[in-house]
């Protein structure tokens, strides 16, 4: 997982440096704290020394703004390495999921995936930004605060080694149900923003076909899951960060004990008792630190996780043969089912530049289905697909696309354009053309096209088709009377 992360940020390693120096000097600083406030109680305030009052305050105050400088200047830059990674990271997947096939891109919930992968991204590139300094300075620190509540006693030390065993036993029985319990919240959280988020993009065609009650079941049922996964995630982090509040505080009353009792009898001096208290501090927090570190590791190892999953999803495999036009597509006994339902059986058809076909038959016949296939974007159906007498297991059908295919989909793919869906149509069906394809294929092109719009539409068909293989899908009788060719599902 580490490698995973930091093979993405080499580019960053002047910023990582810069952070890495910071944390040392914030270390340094708040070691230094309890040490020179013993000193300011037993030899400034007790002897009395006013010069060395003042000094000390002018220290303690030159100290206390290099570790302001020291903390926002790595905070600043660690926010840059996470944000940009985070996006970087992002972008990987999003060009990983453009290179899968076309049925399961079909078949995914999309924005489940994308809000899953979000979250994953930033948990697993917080974590290790967060971490890949902290962990060096909080040994650092553990280290050598242990050496300090050594100089004092070595009592102090065995005392903070049982209690941070006992912490660590705890850590070790927790820690698998809380990964478990992490995976859990991750799921149903991203599963519960997709029914929030239906609600939402939907919701025009839930009020238009009176779909209410059933998506507020579905999003009802999604958080209730969430809820409980939640909650059990809660109490399970309530008894993990509750064996470290219980251990600490062991620890500190036996300080207060013991370190009060060594004052009384003037084996210990109150400076000494403070920096104690204050090397104690630091000690625990240490342990606190990994034992967090811990409970963070098993998350973005979750992350992590989800996230190779993805990559691991096989890509889409292409051709090299590179074409320079497409004259002919031939379909050679296609079969495909969807849940066991046979859609397309043994189909076989050829299209031909200079002719239009309008495939035709009734909702769920495999018409969308079929113009899939034709373009290559999906390809597990058993028969084969020609395009000018080549099989498409050897053309590279990307590149066709790009630069041969023009497709018109069902559902319009412009975003945020502030116009009628007649115009959405009109202007998508015209960028279609403008690239004057070699293969023109429409799936139910006259959707929201006024008589005025379905005539233009009509006309450019017509005007065109010897230049082009013209594939359509539609329920117009006027784009019927237009077509050379009607292929009945």
């Known amino acids: 997982m580490i490698k995973f992360i930091f093979t993405r940020l080499r580019k960053f390693k002047g910023a990582i440096l810069i952070i890495a120096f910071c944390s040392i000097m914030i270390s340094v600083t708040d070691l230094m704290i309890p040490f020179l406030t013993a000193k300011f109680i037993d030899e400034i305030l007790v002897a009395g020394?006013?010069?060395?009052?003042?000094?000390?305050?002018?220290?303690?105050?030159?100290?206390?703004?290099?570790?302001?400088?020291?903390?926002?200047?790595?905070?600043?830059?660690?926010?840059?390495?996470?944000?940009?990674?985070?996006?970087?990271?992002?972008?990987?997947?999003?060009?990983?999921?453009?290179?899968?096939?076309?049925?399961?891109?079909?078949?995914?919930?999309?924005?489940?995936?994308?809000?899953?992968?979000?979250?994953?991204?930033?948990?697993?590139?917080?974590?290790?930004?967060?971490?890949?300094?902290d962990v060096c300075i909080h040994f650092f620190m553990?280290?050598?605060?242990?050496?300090?509540?050594?100089?004092?006693?070595?009592?102090?030390?065995?005392?903070?080694?049982v209690v941070a065993a006992i912490h660590f036993i705890a850590y070790k029985i927790l820690s698998g149900k809380l990964f478990n319990r992490s995976v859990a919240v991750r799921e149903t959280a991203s599963k519960y923003f997709t029914s929030l988020a239906d609600n939402f993009v939907y919701a025009y065609s839930?009020?238009?076909?009176?779909?209410?009650?059933?998506?507020?079941?579905?999003?009802?049922?999604?958080?209730?899951?969430?809820?409980?996964?939640?909650?059990?995630?809660?109490?399970?982090?309530?008894?993990?960060?509750?064996?470290?509040?219980?251990?600490?505080?062991?620890?500190?009353?036996?300080?207060?004990?013991?370190?009060?009792?060594?004052?009384l009898r003037g084996a210990m001096t109150v400076g000494n008792l403070v920096a104690l208290i204050g090397y104690y501090a630091f000690a625990m927090q240490a342990v606190a630190y990994f034992m967090s570190f811990g409970q963070g590791w098993q998350n973005a190892l979750a992350a992590y996780r989800r996230l190779t999953e993805i990559f691991s999803l096989p890509q889409d495999t292409d051709g090299d043969l590179k074409l320079r036009g497409v004259n002919s597509i031939e379909v050679r006994g296609l079969n495909y089912s969807i849940d066991g339902r046979a859609v397309l059986k043994n189909f076989s058809a050829r299209f031909e530049r200079g002719k239009i076909y309008c495939v035709v038959g009734k909702n769920g016949a495999g018409k969308t289905t079929l113009l899939n296939f034709l373009c290559g974007m999906m390809k597990s159906g058993g028969g084969q697909i020609n395009y000018n007498g080549l099989p498409l297991s050897v053309i590279d059908t990307a590149f066709v696309r790009e630069k041969f295919i023009s497709f018109v989909e069902q559902k319009e793919f412009l975003r945020n354009e502030e116009m009628s869906g007649g115009e959405r149509r009109k202007k998508i069906?015209?960028?279609?053309?403008?690239?004057?394809?070699?293969?023109?294929?429409?799936?139910?092109?006259?959707?929201?096209?006024?008589?005025?719009?379905?005539?233009?539409?009509?006309?450019?068909?017509?005007?065109?088709?010897?230049?082009?293989?013209?594939?359509?899908v539609s329920h117009e009788e006027k784009i019927f009377q237009a077509a050379d060719e009607l292929i009945n599902l």
């Open 142 to 161: 553990l280290l050598m605060a242990s050496f300090l509540l050594l100089s004092i006693g070595g009592k102090w030390l065995l005392i903070f080694f």
């Open 429 to 472: 069906i015209a960028e279609a053309l403008e690239k004057n394809p070699d293969v023109l294929i429409m799936d139910e092109p006259d959707n929201n096209l006024d008589a005025a719009g379905l005539k233009l539409l009509v006309d450019a068909l017509r005007g065109g088709k010897n230049f082009r293989i013209t594939i359509l």
């Open 49 to 133: 020394n006013v010069t060395e009052f003042y000094n000390f305050i002018g220290l303690m105050s030159a100290i206390m703004l290099a570790a302001i400088v020291s903390h926002y200047a790595s905070a600043i830059l660690s926010k840059k390495i996470l944000l940009a990674t985070a996006k970087n990271l992002t972008e990987e997947i999003f060009r990983h999921v453009h290179k899968l096939g076309g049925e399961f891109i079909l078949k995914s919930d999309m924005v489940y995936l994308a809000k899953r992968v979000d979250n994953d991204a930033t948990d697993l590139v917080t974590f290790v930004v967060d971490s890949m300094i």
């Open 206 to 263: 839930i009020k238009l076909h009176c779909l209410n009650e059933k998506f507020f079941a579905a999003f009802n049922e999604r958080f209730g899951k969430f809820f409980a996964a939640s909650l059990s995630e809660t109490r399970i982090k309530f008894w993990f960060t509750t064996s470290e509040i219980n251990s600490s505080d062991v620890f500190r009353i036996l300080v207060f004990l013991l370190g009060g009792l060594e004052v």
